[in-house]
């Protein structure tokens, strides 16, 4: 579909709404990730992990942030985790214990 503009200009309408996203929660999860790269490396979640072991961490921010914990971005690492998971599935990585 094509959008049209009040100059006259047109260009195609995107399928994705990029301005919804909450960019604080986007940049907590970023700050995370650089914590993360600093204590492991660069990417290096990408190397693979038990998804039990991806779960776990992702169960326990959840309910550490559930029983009022605040003294971490525990949401920020909900969704970094549940980022992890969706990263293997599209890739195919699988790893064992």
């Known amino acids: 579909m094509k959008e049209t503009y009040s100059t006259g200009a047109t260009r195609n309408k995107l399928d994705v709404r990029w301005d919804l996203l909450c960019y604080?929660?986007?940049?907590?999860?970023?700050?995370?990730?650089?914590?993360?790269?600093?204590?492991h490396g660069d990417e290096n979640w990408k190397?693979?992990?038990?998804?039990?072991?991806?779960?776990?961490?992702?169960?326990?921010?959840?309910?550490?942030?559930?029983?009022?914990?605040?003294?971490?971005?525990?949401?920020?690492?909900?969704?970094?985790?549940?980022?992890f998971l969706d990263w293997y599935e599209r890739n195919a990585i699988v790893v064992e214990k």
């Open 24 to 39: 604080e929660f986007i940049r907590e999860m970023a700050v995370v990730m650089h914590e993360g790269a600093q204590a």
């Open 47 to 83: 190397n693979g992990m038990p998804v039990g072991t991806v779960i776990n961490h992702l169960e326990e921010h959840l309910y550490r942030f559930k029983s009022g914990d605040r003294s971490e971005p525990h949401l920020a690492k909900v969704a970094i985790n549940a980022m």
